[in-house]
């Protein structure tokens, strides 16, 4: 059973930062896909940025240009940058983990953008 643990949520004005964490409790350096959702009240889950085992990254398209992923294998860590935001970005944010071990989610962190 892998577990995974996002922190770094928060209330934040909007144009500022805020860095996302999501701890996986095995190591990292083999797992094909990490990734960030977000999901608003009555919306699907949506990917926000995605991560694979060989770094290739991909963004929605509403984030690219203000959103970074990162992983710190040393750490068992990927980390979302996201910069500029905005209203919108308001939702609760999610980790997922994929990979032979199997398909995890974490229990998922706010993040609240005021205008």
């Known amino acids: 059973q892998v577990q995974l643990a996002e922190s770094g949520g928060g209330l934040v004005q909007a144009g500022k930062s805020l860095t996302l964490s999501c701890v996986v409790s095995?190591?990292?350096?083999?797992?094909?896909?990490m990734g960030w959702y977000r999901q608003v009240p009555g919306k699907q889950r949506e990917l926000v940025a995605s991560?694979?085992?060989?770094?290739?990254?991909n963004f929605a398209d509403s984030v690219k240009g203000r959103f970074t992923i990162s992983r710190d294998n040393a750490k068992n860590t990927v980390y979302l940058q996201m910069n500029s935001l905005k209203p919108e970005d308001t939702a609760v944010y999610y980790c997922?983990?994929?990979?032979?071990?199997?398909?995890?989610w974490g229990q998922g962190t706010q993040v609240t953008v005021s205008s």
């Open positions: 991560l694979s085992m060989s770094g290739i990254t």
């Open positions: 095995t190591s990292i350096f083999n797992i094909d896909f």
């Open positions: 997922r983990s994929r990979g032979l071990q199997g398909d995890y």
